[in-house]
């Protein structure tokens, strides 16, 4: 599964819905790539970040702008929890990698290296502050 966190400003979203959710970085949207984070490795992210609940926290990794999403027909576009864009950019650098390892432990991550992890939550979190500066949404584009 490819899993892309992308930003995009809300006047885009009807326009991109109506493309059909094609690749946000061909589509010109901020992107990270990723393959394999699925809503429950969000999810996860989310409660390590935040200590929601993980019902709470798997409610938010599965919102979708589209209405009644078919899982088998991705793309599925998701939004990234309001919750892990605001607390993931004030991560010190050096707790980043204590964060990809206790991320990492869970079966859901399995293959993704601590050091892997870190690099690509140090990617969103650069993508976390160019959203909240120029007012865009963060995103979670599924692909199969």
Not at 6 to 16: H, I, K, M
Not at 37 to 58: K, Q
Not at 90 to 119: M, Y
């Amino acid at each position: 599964m490819l899993t892309d966190v992308f930003a995009a400003r809300t006047a885009a979203l009807p326009r991109y819905r109506e493309a059909g959710f094609p690749d946000p970085h061909g589509f010109g949207f901020p992107t990270v790539r990723a393959r394999g984070l699925e809503p429950v490795a969000l999810a996860i992210l989310d409660v390590l970040l935040s200590r929601a609940s993980f019902e709470d926290a798997l409610d938010s990794a599965v919102m979708t702008p589209a209405e009644e999403p078919d899982l088998y027909r991705a793309p599925v576009v998701t939004t990234l929890s309001a919750r892990t864009v605001s607390i993931l950019p004030a991560v010190p650098t050096d707790r980043l990698i204590r964060l990809a390892e206790d991320w990492t432990r869970h079966p859901e991550l399995s293959g993704l290296g601590a050091e892997s992890a870190r690099d690509w939550l140090r990617q969103v979190q650069e993508l976390c502050r160019s959203a909240v500066s120029s007012d865009s949404l963060l995103f979670v584009w599924n692909c199969l």
